[in-house]
């Protein structure tokens, strides 16, 4: 068999399109999706996008020339498809094959970091965490949805460990394979169904599966040491011991003769310098060891511990074993020494708080706020550290020449220590890297990049031409004119381009803002509870101006150009589809010119649905790389967050949303794997869809709200409480408060905000607030080249997602593991199962999908017939009825019984998608065909869903490499 060993094959070929170490974010709702590629909105949606639709075309058509200029559009000569498949997994061992392939490689996150890895990035100054496999948590809702994160946390494989018939979450403890590879072993939580134990490899392909004879009654409760311990979890029985081949060992009299309800606990604890197991009675808080000779005998009295605690191991030698429990709110981690000492950690409390900045100057308005002092729960932060574009820091940009400028020289002469590379004003207001080892200062870290550039900083740079004579960096509006905007009636910025055809732009967005978290990551380690998260985008969107939807900077044109060739395959194919003429001489997008229906600023041209759709995925792109950045230095996905706006407008009296059609969107960001965060003005609270409702339902519960602020008059004072109430009731953990001009615009707004404030202080300041927290589902000790730490996972009721945080030996937050494996509840439908097919050089045509939107992944499973063998074996995706050349996968010289698992992740809206399998020699008989989809049930404002459904029942884990 030819399959390559390991991770990175086949990755996003166009590296030429250099992807520098950063980008950011911002939402809004834009135009809504229909057609062949994407889900029918609501009646309501189109009507009012129809409308808005209609008055803009209106709009600009008033202003449109009569003849169209003949210097629109570009020359698509020799322009190839963008390489946006990603193959990210391709792994075997003697029994399994595992290839996991992202549609849409530049939204996957796995898929970036691996790139980043394969093209000599610039390595983090800390070291990285373990690789985990992740399970849905213990509720009847969830299935056994397991997800393998790697070193820097981003999901890496996904997969079903039982069918989906198998409901109420799955267990998974970690077993050392063939040539010691890693592995872990899955049983199902609650089912009373399943009488087995499947062990999978470091990829999530099926190695085999162990029977449990009758005797031992599912549910199960597992552990492994040197081999696999399983026992009945609420029935009396034998412990039956298994080789990691399945082999029966031993089968061990239990200590006890019934169990109560609280059911029993099997832990394998090191002592005396060796592994052993530990059976626990729960409810009668009695544990038993195992000894060879003497079988079970009385352990450790563990009477101090608090009903319902179960034991987990300890990374350090200070603690015999941890406990932990499920708690309603908070989330305790007992220690216990050898001496039986139980020491109470609270390791939820940063979970459990709410956190706010006053922010002292909008525009070149200032506003001095009198000090809160801080309640237990409710705190402010000391500092944002050095506030906006880290892209104006590079000396390059005051010279305007940014092609082809090495890592060193878009980062000559700075000083990390002093940043003396900053305006004396900013520098003064900024804190050094040297405050984190100097008390706690709880930070919120914003350096971040943005389409607004600073008209002097960039002056150089917007007096770039292209070789149309065009702008070469600047967005531009649909007469190719750039656009400006500002606060409070004064202009203080143009808007730069998001293309990804420049790679100075890439360098221009990230290199300092990457370098900013790489030398931030070293001192965040050092002190890892002062940091709260990390932003590095700010209200990223595309906004040309009045009338004009998307950037048409000629570069952004020719990446629409290759998107479209990779989504519909040919120049031929895009004519056909969207009823174009395009010729290798001139291609361009809608203008809303009436240069043919194609051309309309309409929801009913579908050719105008895909441009906005790829400039909402361009700030995707952008907002993307900078959290990867982030992640890659060494802080972990759940402390970072986006600064971005989910509504159509911000709010007319600032002046920016004026009269402007913005696209600025959410929806992949609550499915990527990281932290949420947005900005929004207003009262918004009343209102059934709102951005804080949308993203708590999709499973978020420490969203930061860039910059807050309920614009409240006076006389609305409590509606200014009732919206900070509800915000803090539905998973807003932070905000930075807006000041307001005075001078006649406000009327109360900073005196009604600052009202709100207080009485949260007075009503929830000595209450722990709900969240992320709420008991401990298990601890796991870590020992290896990142350190020495407990991993606890936090949250573990029935409302909570779950949350793996890495603890200090006191509790405090170690700062190398902090993620949600799982946000939004896993939705699992069957798109085909069959007990055998034959494959032949025709496609074998396996499901169809008309609905894709992100968080989709498709899973696809079969078993070469045994005695078979094959030369080649290919998956093919069709788009529209054309099959993508690009998506093709390729098994060849496969073996007889291999089980195979091909995963195509979908982090893009597509719509009329199929896969089917192909045998190139001839006629192929597979086995055990099953195709399932898994569908993230998050909020999806673009195809007008505004509320989605929460993971609950937390997390269950283990440790890799």
Not at 127 to 145: C, K, L, Q, R, S
Not at 414 to 423: E, K, N, P, T, V
Not at 785 to 801: H, P, V
Not at 906 to 923: D, E, H, K, T
């Amino acid at each position: 068999m030819t399959v390559q060993k390991s991770g990175v094959s086949n990755l996003m070929h166009d590296v030429s399109l250099k992807m520098a170490d950063w980008f950011s974010i911002s939402p809004r709702q834009g135009l809504q999706r229909n057609g062949s590629r994407g889900r029918s909105p609501s009646i309501l949606h189109l009507i009012v996008l129809g409308v808005a639709c209609h008055l803009l075309a209106g709009a600009v058509s008033a202003q449109s020339p009569a003849t169209v200029p003949v210097d629109y559009g570009i020359s698509i000569q020799g322009i190839a498809a963008d390489s946006c498949d990603a193959e990210t997994v391709r792994y075997l061992d003697k029994s399994t094959v595992s290839i996991v392939k992202s549609v849409y490689g530049h939204l996957d996150f796995d898929a970036l970091s691996k790139l980043r890895e394969a093209t000599g990035y610039v390595k983090a100054l800390v070291p990285m965490g373990p690789v985990i496999a992740a399970g849905e948590g213990e509720h009847p809702d969830n299935h056994t949805v397991v997800r393998i994160l790697n070193k820097y946390q981003l999901r890496e494989a996904q997969f079903l460990a039982y069918p989906p018939k198998v409901r109420g979450g799955v267990g998974i403890e970690t077993v050392t394979l063939d040539s010691r590879s890693p592995g872990f072993v899955c049983y199902p939580l609650v089912d009373k169904e399943t009488n087995s134990l499947r062990v999978f490899n470091r990829y999530g392909g099926l190695v085999r599966e162990i029977r449990i004879p009758d005797e031992i009654t599912p549910p199960f409760v597992v552990a492994v040491g040197s081999a696999i311990a399983v026992a009945s979890r609420f029935q009396p029985g034998p412990v039956q011991i298994y080789s990691v081949t399945g082999t029966t060992l031993k089968t061990i009299a239990a200590p006890i003769n019934d169990v109560g309800t609280a059911g029993i606990h099997l832990v394998a604890l090191k002592t005396n310098g060796s592994v052993a197991l530990v059976y626990q009675d729960i409810q009668r808080k009695v544990a038993y060891m195992w000894q060879a000779a003497d079988g079970f005998t009385r352990w450790h009295d563990v009477s101090a511990l608090p009903d319902g605690a179960r034991l987990f191991a300890s990374a350090f030698p200070s603690a015999a074993y941890n406990a932990g429990l499920k708690q309603d709110l908070v989330s305790t981690l007992y220690s216990v020494n050898g001496r039986g000492q139980v020491q109470p950690y609270d390791v939820g409390l940063r979970e459990n708080s709410f956190y706010y900045y006053l922010a002292r100057q909008h525009g070149k308005w200032r506003s001095e706020w009198p000090r809160i002092t801080d309640s237990k729960y409710v705190r402010e932060i000391g500092s944002l550290g050095p506030f906006f574009q880290a892209q104006d820091w590079s000396p390059l940009v005051k010279t305007g020449d940014i092609k082809n400028r090495s890592r060193t020289e878009w980062l000559k002469g700075m000083d990390w220590g002093a940043f003396d590379f900053l305006q004396p004003h900013l520098r003064q207001a900024s804190v050094p890297f040297s405050a984190y080892t100097n008390g706690p200062m709880r930070a919120a870290t914003s350096p971040n990049f943005s389409h607004r550039w600073g008209i002097k900083k960039i002056k150089a740079l917007a007096e770039q031409k292209g070789a149309d004579g065009l702008p070469e960096y600047l967005a531009l509006d649909r007469n190719n004119k750039p656009n400006e905007g500002g606060y409070f009636g004064e202009i203080m910025f143009t808007y730069g381009s998001y293309n990804f055809e420049q790679p100075e732009l890439s360098d221009f967005y990230g290199v300092a803002l990457g370098e900013y978290y790489r030398q931030l990551a070293k001192v965040y380690r050092t002190k890892a509870d002062n940091l709260l998260l990390a932003k590095p985008s700010h209200e990223n969107e595309v906004m040309t101006g009045k009338g004009s939807l998307g950037d048409y900077n000629s570069n952004n044109i020719r990446g629409f150009y290759r998107y479209l060739l990779a989504m519909y395959g040919s120049r031929e194919t895009i004519n056909q589809h969207f009823g174009t003429d395009f010729t290798e001489n001139r291609f361009d997008p809608p203008r809303n010119l009436k240069r043919g229906t194609w051309d309309g600023y309409s929801i009913k041209n579908p050719l105008f649905q895909e441009w906005i759709e790829y400039n909402r995925i361009n700030v995707y792109r952008r907002v993307g790389e900078a959290l990867l950045g982030v992640v890659m230095a060494g802080i972990p996905p759940q402390l970072t967050r986006t600064h971005q706006i989910p509504d159509y407008a911000v709010g007319g009296t600032i002046g920016i949303g004026d009269n402007a059609a913005r696209i600025t969107p959410v929806d992949w960001l609550l499915t990527a794997g990281t932290g949420f965060g947005y900005t929004q003005y207003g009262l918004w609270y009343q209102s059934k869809a709102n951005m804080a409702q949308g993203a708590w339902s999709s499973g978020f519960d420490d969203v930061f709200i860039g910059e807050y602020a309920s614009k409240a008059k006076t006389a609305q004072g409590q509606q200014a409480w009732e919206q900070l109430k509800y915000a803090v009731e539905h998973g807003i953990k932070g905000v930075q408060v807006m000041s307001w001009p005075d001078e006649g615009l406000t009327n109360g707004f900073n005196e009604t905000q600052y009202a709100a404030l207080q009485r949260l202080h007075q009503e929830y300041g000595n209450t722990p607030l709900p969240g992320m927290a709420g008991g401990i589902s298990q601890v796991r000790a870590y020992t290896g080249k990142s350190g020495t730490y407990n991993i606890a996972a936090l949250g573990c009721t029935d409302r909570n997602t779950g949350l793996l945080k890495s603890l200090n030996a006191d509790g405090s937050f170690e700062g190398t593991v902090y993620v949600a494996p799982f946000h939004a509840h896993v939705d699992v439908s069957v798109l085909a199962e069959q007990a055998s097919l034959v494959l032949s050089p025709e496609p074998s045509k396996l499901c169809a999908l008309k609905d894709i939107r992100q968080g989709c992944l498709v899973e696809i499973n079969f078993t070469l017939s045994r005695g078979q063998g094959s030369e080649s074996i290919e998956t093919r995706l069709y788009h529209a009825e054309v099959e993508l050349p690009g998506q093709r996968t390729v098994l060849k010289k496969i073996d007889g019984g291999m089980r195979i698992r091909i995963v195509y992740k979908f982090p893009i809206i597509m719509g009329n998608v199929s896969i089917a399998l192909v045998s190139p020699s001839g006629s192929l008989p597979i086995d055990g065909v099953q195709v399932y989809r898994h569908q993230d049930q998050s909020a999806n404002l673009t195809l007008a869903m505004p509320s989605g459904q929460r993971h609950q029942g937390g997390v269950q884990y283990s440790l890799l490499l």
